[in-house]
Structures are given as C-alpha cells and as structure tokens.
DNA sequence: TTCATACTTCGACCGTAACCGAAGCATCTT
DNA sequence: AAGATGCTTCGGTTACGGTCGAAGTATGAA
C-alpha cells in the first residue's frame, strides 16, 4: 500500500492546466523565462513563479539565472520522453483540448517536438528511413541497420558519435496531430539540428512551427519520399 | 495555447493518492474488484467508486461484469507503459512514498510488474540475456539476437508467436526497486507466464511478490547466472 | 418473497491549492 | 543614486475535488 515510487506526485505535477501549458511549451526544447511561461500558461507572474518552484523541486524543470533572467528547461531528456508519452497516450484516448491536431497548418506540417521534428514531415521522415530498410521497426523498437549508418553518414551525420548509453539512436514517439510515430531520440534530434544548421529550415518564432525555405523543402521532399 | 492531447486530463487523474494506489495495486495485473481496490487506496467504496469511474472514462481502466461484481483491469498494454514510465521517472527523481525501494524483501527480491517479472530476479534476468549476447542493448532499445532465438526455443518459448505490431518483443523498463532496467514486452510476459506454468513459481496473495521454490530457483538461478 | 452482498448515486462537508494584488528582492540601466 | 525590469514571497479569497453517510439499484442466495 505504501510502497514504491509516488507516482501521485509525478502525476499531480503534470496535472494542472497552467503547468501543462508550460510544460508543453517547453516541449519546444528551448529555455523560457518565467514571464513567457505564464503567458504560455495564461495566468500572472506570482502563479506562475508558484508553479514552476513546484516542477523544479519535483525535478521536471531545471533553471539557469542569468542576468536577471531565470531561463527554465526541462529538466533532463527523461522528462521529455515522459512528457511525449503522456501526450501520446493522451492523444490516443482522444483527450484533445481543442479538436483533432493543431489549427495551424503549418504546426500540423512540421513542428518540433522538444528536439526532435514532429508533424506530418516527422511521420513521412520515418516512415520513409523505415520503407527504404533504412530503420527497422519493430512494433515499437527502432533499430538502425548497416545500410541506414552508410546513408547517413553521406548525408555528414556520423552516426557513430550519436551512440549514448543514457538516451537511445533511435526511438519511436507517438505523433498526437498525426496518430502515427516519428523518429525521436538523438538521431531525430542531429537530424532536426541538420535540417536547421543548412538552412533547410528555421523555426518559427512564436511556436512549435518548422518552417521550411521552399529549396530546403524541395531537397527534404527528394530526400525523404512518401510511400 | 490550447493546442494539442490534454496532458493535464491524464496527469489528474494519475495525481490523487487514492486513484495512484489504486492503479499500484492493478500493476499486478489481476482483475481486481471495485472493493478490493478500495481496500488497497484506503477509502470507502464509495469514494472508490467515484474514481474508478473517472479513471474508466479517462481510458485507463476497463471494466467487466461478472455477477454482482465489476473487475476493473489496466485498460491496455499501453496504460501500463506509462505508467511503468510514470513509476521509473518517479523513482530516478528519488520520489518515493515510504523510503528506498519495498521494505519487504520478497518484494524487492521478485514481483509483478504489469505482467513481467521486476525486483532484483527480473534484472538479473536481463542482464543475463544481455551478458551472453542474446539479447543485445542498445541505451534502452532491446533487439533479440538470433543466439536468442534458438535458446528460448530450447526452453520451449517460441519467439515467433510472440512477434506482434502492437507490442514490441523486448522492452526496457525501469525497475524502481534496482534502480536499473528489467525485461518487458511479450517476451517478458512469456517468460513469467513460463515460471508460472511450469512450477518454478507462484504469485503470492496478498502482494505482487513472486515466490519461488526451492527447486524453481535453483532452475532459474542456473539460468541467468549473475554477471 | 425476503434478505444479503456489491456497487453507484446523491448530498453535504471540508481541505487544499490555484489564483491574484501588493509588497519585497535582485539585477540591470541611466 | 534613482528608476526600471524580472521574479519571488506573502496574505487572503475562492473554487474545485476528495471524502463519507445515507439512500438507491442490481444481482445472487435463502
């Protein structure tokens, strides 16, 4: 009866519509200072200064001073992973809050999903290594073959240097606009960083939003061809 | 801003200590009746009944009838991922409810997780696999080798049958008692389902222990030597 | 039919936590 | 030094949700 881990605690945190605002904005992967993040949640300074002292002492939320900012990020990639989980099977029982997938086009055609590209080009990336033999899929497991290492590594990604033993190559993250999954882990997040760094793309400034520059699109399409 | 799965839905309904107990105590993976999970939350049937049905709704719990009783179960695998996830998370962040790990030590020794074997018997077992290579570990993606193929087989599990697209074979999940990974998915489900069927083991009654004989653990101790 | 068991619904109580205004620090600017 | 900005702390209000007793429904037993 009182054993174990206090799965209350966790759940109450991501419980509360003002701190699952801020949470889900900082699925954007970038560090928000408080005052953006109460506006992210839609409440004042005090409430939100009061919730996020809550999410770091229950080790969601990791801040950094600077100057007279206070930037907060989430804590580490396992409470990222947590959160796309939560939103997966959330997004699997139909708990939407506003209808099927975002009203924004372009977050519905790429988004980041805290490092990672989401949306539908996160699916078609995917679902494109996996077709081409690429990535294996298994059910839910991802693993990366021989044939996919060599391509990437055309492409200038040493997937070699990707190899971690805290966070997988690669990992499967249920996409909640498209109900189908994407490519996480720290592949899915060179890969965003490349598209980025080339100039394929940039994000947008007021969310989620990938955009992608018409040539950037043009190659990522040629790249990564629907099945 | 109100795009998106509703996290906070599912997070509330993870938040409340009863509703936590009470979704602990399926973690067995038996059906169990409104008033038996009463009894485990420490509420009247009442209060229990209020918060099965909002975990019902929510998609997390099923019910079925049976006479004048109502089983409630975990409603799918996937309910049971997360919040094996939600208890891993839980435990990396020190967050536990009594102190470290289960106070009684068949408990920590061996129990059910879901429907695989955890405590310090369900790592030893994974590192084995790992150990000898038929398992192979990537951070924390499992793929089975085809080494491994052929020993389940010997044992009289056939790993093909358990091949599904809606569960994968091998998963990682955090054992909150060790500290480190276990084996779930199917093949975690078969190899405890195995121990049972063969005698090797019996769940105890009150808790989710696993309790071994003498002979079964001899067998299985000689299996999975420690590393 | 009558009684017992298993569970749900209703109604009322109560505690907690979300919320904001105001005041208090800390840091940067001028 | 004085003002501005970013954030936290304090105090008080309010609302929501967890709780249980009592009554109501359904199934099974006598």
């Known amino acids: 009866m009182k054993e174990g881990p206090d799965i209350a605690r966790i759940g109450m945190l991501f419980g509360d519509p003002a701190r699952a605002n801020m949470l889900t904005a ?22 939100a200064s009061s919730h996020l002292s809550k ?10 001073k600077q100057g007279r900012h206070r ?15 939560i939103m997966g099977f ?10 099927p997938g975002p009203k924004d086009p372009a977050l519905r055609k790429a988004r980041v999903c805290y490092d990672h590209l989401a949306g539908d080009y996160g699916v078609r990336m995917l679902d494109s290594f996996v077709a ?21 590594g ?11 033993n805290r966070r997988p190559l690669c990992k ?20 965003l960083a490349h598209f980025l760094e ?12 990938v955009l992608f520059t018409p040539d950037g699109e043009r190659k990522f399409l040629s790249l990564f061809p629907a099945g």
């Open 26 to 47: 900082l699925m954007g992967g970038q560090a928000l200072t408080a005052t953006e993040l109460a506006q992210a949640a839609g409440v004042t300074v005090q409430t």
């Open 55 to 64: 999410l770091e002492d229950g080790g969601i939320l990791a801040q950094r």
């Open 71 to 85: 930037y907060f990020t989430l804590a580490d990639a396992a409470a990222g992973t947590l959160l796309e989980n």
């Open 90 to 99: 959330a997004a699997s029982r139909g708990h939407l809050r506003h209808r």
């Open 132 to 152: 081409r033999g690429a990535i294996e899929s298994d059910g839910e497991n991802l693993t990366m073959t021989e044939d996919g290492r060599a391509e990437l």
């Open 154 to 164: 055309t492409l200038g990604i040493d997937v070699a240097s990707l190899t971690s």
């Open 172 to 191: 499967s993250c249920l996409d909640w606009s498209e109900r189908r999954s994407h490519l996480a882990g720290t592949l899915g997040k060179a890969l």
């Open 198 to 209: 080339n100039g394929w793309a940039r994000r947008s400034e007021e969310s989620r939003a």
